[in-house]
């Protein structure tokens, strides 16, 4: 019998997604996958949030502190920065902001904190937290490239995914705070766009809102195309540069996070100007920025359509403008500041209800 060392991550989700499994095989191969290994499993460990009275106080005192910062924290994995308005309280609402690629004049933290400054104002004005992912070249791939040119914009990295790289963050705020559902509000440009739109239908229960501007790349709900750019299963040996072995990609969608996520309060932002030619594939919708938006929107309200529901998936196309982070994170701002308005409301009276 083959001896299988199984690490099973549920970051308390749904089971219907988000669920990855890592092993190693005789050989030494590390897979990730959808799916647990067929063969009988030696060990399997469940990690979940446990939230512990005294390290939240310690965590949620330690966030006390850092408002009107920007801070630059770590997970097991990666880097981000954060920014935490004034006046915080139990009542979270959480907004990830995805940077794009960078120029060799830039590192991944300078683009992370560049983007995170951008929303600044916006933390202040609404008392949302904001939090910027580092995705950085060596674990990433963002402008070099990957195996297979993957990286975390098809939510792939060397060690962790990119999306449970997120995650990771994700549950440092539930730690400090056990009211916090683990819900976040997410947006992202370009690069960071397309990852925004495959995290978006991979964890859409981990998604209260989203609003993310000019992706030139869309994860179709359709069996066309394999992860990511569609439903289809992706299985590819392949290994990342410098690494001494390989890893098995077995990646295989689950349409119901497409349905999922067209439920949801989701605004895909292109500058009207934003028309350079972009390798053209057949099915996508066309070779630009706009017409791949269109697109998107169109088949996601169609997917939902054709199963029975409305979806609630809007396209802005902003005029007199072209693929500028700066005026098209306004638009992101303003396409998600009624609802996180409204989610800190309601949480302000859950939890008031819940402490009397």
Same mark, same amino acid.
């Given at each position: ?166 995650? !990771?963050?994700?549950? #440092? ?6 009211? =916090?559902?683990? %819900?976040?509000? *997410?947006? @992202? +440009? ?100 706009? !017409?791949?938006?269109? #697109? ?6 169609? =997917?939902?359509? %054709?199963?029975? *529901?409305? @979806? +609630? ?44």
């Amino acid at each position: 019998m083959k001896v299988i060392i199984c690490l099973f991550i549920l970051l308390l989700v749904d089971l219907s997604y988000g669920e990855i499994y890592q092993w190693k095989d005789s050989g030494g191969r590390t897979h990730f996958s959808d799916k647990p290994p067929k063969e009988e499993l030696t060990a399997i460990n469940q990690l979940a949030v446990e939230v512990d009275s005294s390290l939240e106080k310690s965590l949620f005192n330690q966030l006390k502190t850092e408002e009107g910062e920007r801070v630059l924290k770590s997970v097991a994995n990666g880097n981000f920065y954060q920014y935490i308005p004034r006046g915080i309280s139990k009542a979270f609402a959480v907004v990830v902001v995805n940077h794009g690629m960078f120029s060799r004049d830039e590192s991944a933290k300078e683009s992370a904190y560049n983007t995170s400054r951008r929303w600044q104002r916006f933390s202040e004005k609404t008392g949302a937290i904001i939090i910027a992912p580092v995705f950085d070249n060596y674990s990433y791939a963002v402008t070099s490239e990957g195996p297979q040119k993957w990286g975390y914009r098809g939510l792939f990295g060397r060690k962790q995914g990119a999306d449970m790289f997120l995650n !990771d963050v994700i549950s #440092y705020y539930q730690r400090a705070n056990s009211f =916090y559902d683990g %819900k976040i509000f *997410l947006s @992202g +440009h370009s690069a960071g766009a397309q990852f925004a739109n495959r995290y978006l239908v991979r964890h859409p229960n981990k998604v209260h809102a989203a609003a993310f501007s000019a992706p030139a790349w869309f994860s179709l709900p359709t069996y066309q195309f394999p992860w990511p750019n569609g439903m289809k299963q992706r299985y590819r040996v392949i290994r990342w540069p410098g690494e001494l072995t390989d890893k098995i990609i077995d990646i295989r969608p689950d349409p119901k996070g497409w349905l999922k996520a067209s439920q949801l309060p989701v605004t895909v932002i292109v500058g009207e100007n934003d028309l350079e030619k972009i390798r053209h594939v057949d099915g996508v919708g066309g070779d630009t920025h706009v !017409d791949r938006a269109v #697109y998107w929107v169109e088949s996601m309200n169609k =997917y939902a359509n %054709k199963n029975g *529901l409305e @979806g +609630h998936v809007k396209l802005k196309i902003v005029t007199d403008v072209g693929h500028n982070f700066g005026k098209l994170a306004a638009e992101c701002q303003y396409a998600m500041k009624r609802q996180i308005e409204s989610h800190l409301i309601n949480e302000n009276i859950r939890i008031n209800a819940h402490t009397e």
